[in-house]
């Protein structure tokens, strides 16, 4: 499957982005996604999850009850909506697929197979 990943920008802190990743391929009901985010100097770190069907999500602590992950599989898109955004949130965000069947989701990038090509989140104070 390819990603391609959306909908990053510059925001003030305190503003909304949604970003999107569209998939290609007839198969996307059948990744968990997730979304990471890698800051300059940083590791790239697990920001949110979502599993085949929707059904269940799962969160950062840092992002908890600021972003939420959904998808649409009509559409072959996962997105990610980020509200109250804030300075420590800049980074490159890249949406991620997992084509195994585990039960717990995952939360670590060598759980994924495919990755897209990231798109930067700036917020500014």
């Known amino acids: 499957v390819q990603l391609q990943a959306s909908g990053g920008g510059l925001v003030q802190a305190g503003g909304s982005l949604r970003l999107s990743c569209a998939a290609s391929?007839?198969?996307?009901?059948?990744?968990?996604m997730g979304w990471f985010r890698q800051a300059p100097g940083k590791e790239r770190e697990f920001v949110a999850a979502i599993r085949r069907s929707g059904g269940s999500t799962y969160y950062a602590d840092s992002v908890k009850g600021r972003f939420t992950i959904s998808r649409d599989n009509a559409k072959n898109t996962v997105y990610l909506q980020m509200n109250s955004l804030k300075p420590e949130d800049t980074a490159v965000y890249y949406c991620a697929a997992d084509q195994s069947l585990r039960v717990v989701v995952a939360t670590r990038t060598y759980e994924y197979d495919y990755w897209g090509q990231g798109t930067l989140v700036t917020v500014s104070s």
């Open positions: 391929g007839r198969t996307f009901s059948r990744y968990a």
